[in-house]
């Protein structure tokens, strides 16, 4: 196996570390008040699973949506939002075969209205689903990443929801605005059922364990051998293959391009390496075959905290 020796190079400093998630500043963090799942029809199981599904190169198509990097323009422990909307967007783009342009659902509506987690201080994808079943959410032309939300600064509002500016005018909220949601969510876990998952309808959300090998991790499949299993991390998982026999789960992380393999990672598949295949959270866009206009209201223009 390859051996990590790059240190972390940004890390937590406005909690007095050099990493970028830890027990101790966990971005993942579990609620003890999950919802019921919405379920409407459950997945049946294939009996003949592709031994590789990657939907970053499906049928020579790639269906992943953007790499972010949830640490910019400051330290924000958003994971659970980063995880929660790409896997959304990607389902999005499956659904719309790849059709221009891309839809990235934006985690600042998440991390600013969604109030069942604490915005920059954790929380968990399964409640951001939860929560853009039961609320429109935008995407990132309407409300860009700020790294702040509800617990720091970033409250809700109308115009953190959707903005325009125009040069020397206050920015305000546009008279209408595209919005989207989910119409299914759950859980997931266990190797095989997650395949089933991913090789049908799409990436999934994932928590997991960050040992320190992981954060200095360059490339190469990653097989933690410190047995870490303490959940302090979202990440998306986009496919599973095998390579030179070793199978793996191939993940988007929220650490930006400059980490890992262009901001991707594989992991071992099949042994629970870093607890990655034992809490996991799916969703299913709503119909996005006909555009879903939000019209704006005089009380979201006035809305007193917009800024």
């Keep these: 196996m390859k051996t990590f020796t790059v240190s972390a190079l940004l890390g937590a400093v406005a909690f007095g570390a050099l990493r970028r998630v830890s027990n101790d500043q966990a971005c993942r963090v579990r609620n003890p008040n999950r919802a019921e799942p919405l379920i409407k029809a459950p997945l049946l199981h294939l009996q003949d699973l592709p031994e590789q599904v990657l939907w970053n190169n499906f049928n020579g198509t790639n269906f992943l949506t953007n790499i972010r990097n949830q640490h910019i323009p400051q330290y924000c422990g958003s994971c659970w939002a980063h995880a929660a909307t790409s896997a959304l967007s990607d389902r999005i783009k499956i659904a719309r075969n790849a059709a221009w342009p891309d839809v990235n659902i934006a985690p600042q509506v998440l991390i600013s209205c969604e109030m069942k987690d604490d915005g920059c201080h954790g929380g968990e994808a399964y409640n951001a689903f939860e929560w853009m079943a039961k609320n429109e959410v935008t995407d990132e032309t309407c409300s860009i990443y700020r790294a702040r939300g509800h617990d720091n600064g970033q409250v809700c509002s109308a115009m953190n929801i959707c903005r325009n500016c125009s040069p020397g005018e206050a920015c305000v909220v546009p008279d209408k605005y595209l919005v989207y949601g989910v119409e299914e969510f759950g859980t997931v ?53 095998v390579e030179n ?15 890992g393999e262009d901001g991707f990672f594989r992991v071992c598949r099949g042994t629970n390496n870093i607890n990655i295949e034992s809490d996991c959270a799916w969703a299913t866009p ?16 006035n809305d007193p905290k917009n800024d």
Excluded at 191 to 199: L, R, V
Excluded at 286 to 301: F, G, M, Q
């Design 189 to 241: 876990s266990g190797e095989t059922n997650m395949m089933q998952e991913i090789a049908q309808r799409g990436p999934i959300a994932c928590g997991i364990a960050v040992p320190q090998t992981l954060e200095d991790y360059t490339g190469g499949i990653y097989c933690d051998d410190t047995g870490d299993m303490e959940i302090v991390h979202d990440i998306s998982v986009v496919g599973y293959g």
């Design 245 to 259: 026999g070793q199978k793996y789960w191939l993940v988007r992380n929220s650490w930006g391009t400059h980490w």
């Design 286 to 301: 709503k119909d996005t075959s006909e555009k879903v206009w939000h019209i704006t209201t005089d009380a979201e223009k």
